[in-house]
């Protein structure tokens, strides 16, 4: 188990990578989404095929040719084998989640109570991590499909989080136990602020999504100053 905690990290994000790789392979499997009724047809070496993906988990789409004759594109047995393949990197990833969350915090790695270091440096980070991020589920998006862009949002939150958590522990208020927990508060809070203006497919909506984000994660940051000022002045206060 000491081992397993030690590279939890590793577990997380090989967790994730696996899970990517799963998505393109199960995005493969389905019908193209260019012509999928043209692929049905190569398939199966029949005329006008109407194709629809079912469901991703278990992987499921069929080819219908009219009258009745519906075939299965994925056969059932590569179906279960995807479904058990799914369930054992979500398994792995949660164990490596469950790790890192449990480890114990680590001490100071820098000066702390630098407000403007927190704000500044970690505005720009989360803008530029959450553009890449943004770009990466694009292409996710394509390769992968939808199981792709959910993979993408996980590892763009854990990361988000990742940085939010390393920098409070670096210049943030109050304790480092706390860190931890503030960091992941922010690195949610970042990610979901710019996932609302992407599902809402405003004009331009993916350029402002990253601006949402960093804006977000300031106003986070900024509030848990103001709870942690708070708490400091009424510890003096009742000594």
Do not use: K
Not at 60 to 76: H, K, L, T, Y
Not at 121 to 143: H, M, S
Not at 165 to 183: E, I, K, M
Request: proline share 5%; glycine share 14%; hydrophobic share 50%.
């Amino acid at each position: 188990m000491d081992l397993l905690s030690r590279r939890a990290g590793t577990l997380f994000a090989g967790g994730l990578g696996a899970l990517l790789v799963w998505g393109v392979a199960v995005s493969d499997a389905m019908p193209s989404s260019f012509d999928p009724g043209e692929d049905c047809e190569l398939t199966f070496h029949r005329d006008h095929a109407t194709a629809r993906t079912v469901s991703w988990l278990p992987p499921r789409a069929v080819c219908d040719f009219g009258s009745g004759d519906v075939r299965q594109f994925i056969p059932a047995g590569r179906a279960t084998g995807y479904t058990i393949v799914f369930a054992l990197l979500v398994a792995l990833t949660v164990l490596g989640l469950v790790l890192i969350v449990r480890r114990p915090a680590g001490g100071a790695t820098g000066p702390r109570n630098l407000r403007f270091g927190q704000f500044s440096l970690g505005t720009t980070l989360v803008l530029c991590v959450l553009g890449a991020w943004e770009l990466v589920g694009a292409i996710a998006g394509v390769l992968g499909g939808p199981p792709g862009v959910l993979v993408v949002v996980v590892a763009a939150t854990s990361s988000v989080a990742a940085i939010a958590t390393l920098l409070d522990r670096t210049y943030g208020p109050s304790t480092v136990a706390g860190s931890r927990r503030r960091g992941i508060c922010a690195g949610l809070g970042a990610t979901a602020a710019g996932l609302v203006l992407v599902l809402l497919r405003l004009p331009l909506g993916w350029i402002w999504a990253p601006t949402a984000g960093a804006t977000t994660y300031l106003l986070i940051t900024a509030l848990q100053w103001v709870i942690a000022s708070g708490q400091a002045g009424t510890a003096s206060s009742s000594r």
